[in-house]
C-alpha cells in the first residue's frame, strides 16, 4: 500500500507534480467544452441557415422590390382610388402584420403596406436606421415605386414616430395621418419605469442578432407570429421574424431611439390636418395620456380608444383591425371632402 504523498513506486509525489496533473485535467475538459459549444453555434447556424432559405423560398415577395438607392425597398398595393393609403409598421413588424387592415382600407381606396429597409423582404439599408433615414427612403420609394399621391400616412407603434416626421417633412405630400398606437418621442422619459424598460430592451437588441444567428431564436420559437392574423400572412411573418437579417435590422432601428427621441421631438403641429389617434383600451393611463397629446397634434382629429384592443392587436386581430380600418376610412372620407 502506498502511503499519501507516494506514487505506487514508493517515490514521494511533489505538489507541483499533482498541480500540473490537476490543471492538464482541467483544460482538457475546457477545451472539451469550448469544442462543443462551437460544434452547437455551427449546427444551430446551418440549421437557422437552412429553415430560413425554406421559409423565404416558400413565401416569395407579393410586392414588388424598388431601389431606393443602393438598396431596394419591398411594397404591395392594392385597391383603387385617392388618397393613396401608407402603412407603416410597428418595431420588428412587417408589411404582412397589416393584412386585415390592408384589405378593408383596399375596398375605399389604393392602399401600399411597405417593408422598411432590412425587414421582410426589404434589402438592409445604411445606418443609423433612425426616422430621418427611413423617411428619406420612405419618399424615394414612393417616388420610385410611381405611387400617386396625396397620401395618408398610417403608422403603428414605431412607425407612428416615421409618419410624424414624414408629414413634416414633405408636407405638400400628405392630406391625413392616422396613428395607431403610436410611439411618443418621449414614452421612455414620461411613461413608469420607461427609462427601465428602454434599458431592458437595449440589452435585448444587443444580444438578439447573435442568439438568431446561432438558431436558438427559430429553434425555441422565441417571435411567434400573431396567431390572430389569416393564415397566409401568418406563415410570412414566421419566415421572416426568425432571419438574421430581420432580427439585425430590428436591433438597428431600436438603437436609433436617441436619435427619434431628437427628430421627432422637433417638429411642429399637423395643423388642421385630418388627424386619428387608435389606442388600445388596456393600457396604462399614462400611456393613454400621451396619446391624448398625439390626438392634440392637429385641430381636426379624432381619438379612438378601443375597448379591450391590446398594442398588437389594433392591428393583428380581425375585430380590432377592422375598428382601426374603419378609423383610417374616416381620415380618407376627411380628405376627399377638403379636396372637393
Not at 215 to 243: H, I, K
Not at 285 to 303: D, F, K
Request: net charge neutral.
Amino acid at each position: 500500500m502506498t502511503s499519501p504523498g507516494s506514487s505506487e513506486s514508493g517515490r514521494p509525489v511533489s505538489r507541483s507534480s499533482t498541480m500540473r496533473t490537476i490543471v492538464r485535467r482541467s483544460g482538457k475538459t475546457l477545451l472539451g467544452a469550448v469544442v462543443l459549444v462551437a460544434l452547437l453555434a455551427v449546427s444551430g447556424a446551418v440549421y437557422q441557415s437552412v429553415a430560413t432559405w425554406r421559409g423565404q423560398r416558400a413565401h416569395p415577395a407579393p410586392g414588388a422590390l424598388i431601389d431606393v438607392g443602393g438598396h431596394r425597398l419591398h411594397i404591395a398595393c392594392a385597391g383603387h382610388g385617392s388618397p393613396t393609403v401608407v402603412l407603416d409598421a410597428a418595431l420588428g413588424s412587417t408589411s404582412a402584420h397589416w393584412a386585415w387592415v390592408q384589405q378593408k382600407v383596399a375596398e375605399t381606396t389604393r392602399v401600399c403596406a411597405y417593408d422598411r429597409a432590412g425587414l421582410g423582404w426589404s434589402e438592409p439599408g445604411p445606418e443609423p436606421r433612425d426616422a430621418r433615414q427611413t423617411t428619406g427612403e420612405l419618399h424615394a420609394l414612393l417616388a420610385n415605386a410611381a405611387v400617386p399621391g396625396p397620401y395618408v400616412l398610417v403608422g403603428h407603434s414605431l412607425g407612428g414616430l416615421y409618419a410624424q416626421l414624414y408629414a413634416d417633412r414633405y408636407p405638400a405630400e400628405v392630406a391625413g395621418v392616422v396613428l395607431v398606437e403610436s410611439s411618443h418621442p418621449q414614452q421612455f422619459a414620461r411613461l413608469p419605469n420607461g427609462e427601465q424598460i428602454y434599458e431592458r430592451t437595449r440589452r435585448l437588441f444587443a444580444i438578439a442578432p447573435a442568439l438568431t444567428w446561432s438558431g436558438v431564436v427559430r429553434l425555441f420559437d422565441l417571435s411567434p407570429p400573431p396567431s390572430g392574423l389569416p393564415s397566409e400572412q401568418r406563415d410570412q411573418v414566421a419566415a421572416w421574424a426568425g432571419s438574421t437579417q430581420h432580427v439585425t435590422a430590428t436591433a438597428e432601428e431600436f438603437r436609433a431611439t436617441p436619435n427619434n427621441t431628437a427628430q421627432v421631438g422637433a417638429v411642429g403641429d399637423l395643423g388642421d390636418m385630418p388627424l386619428a389617434v387608435v389606442s388600445a383600451g388596456k393600457s396604462d393611463p399614462a400611456w393613454l395620456a400621451l396619446q391624448n397629446e398625439l390626438a392634440a397634434l392637429s385641430s381636426n382629429s379624432r381619438h379612438h380608444v378601443l375597448s379591450g384592443a391590446t398594442h398588437s392587436s389594433v392591428v393583428d386581430e380581425a375585430a380590432d383591425a377592422q375598428a382601426t380600418s374603419a378609423a383610417i376610412i374616416e381620415v380618407v372620407d376627411a380628405v376627399r371632402t377638403m379636396t372637393r
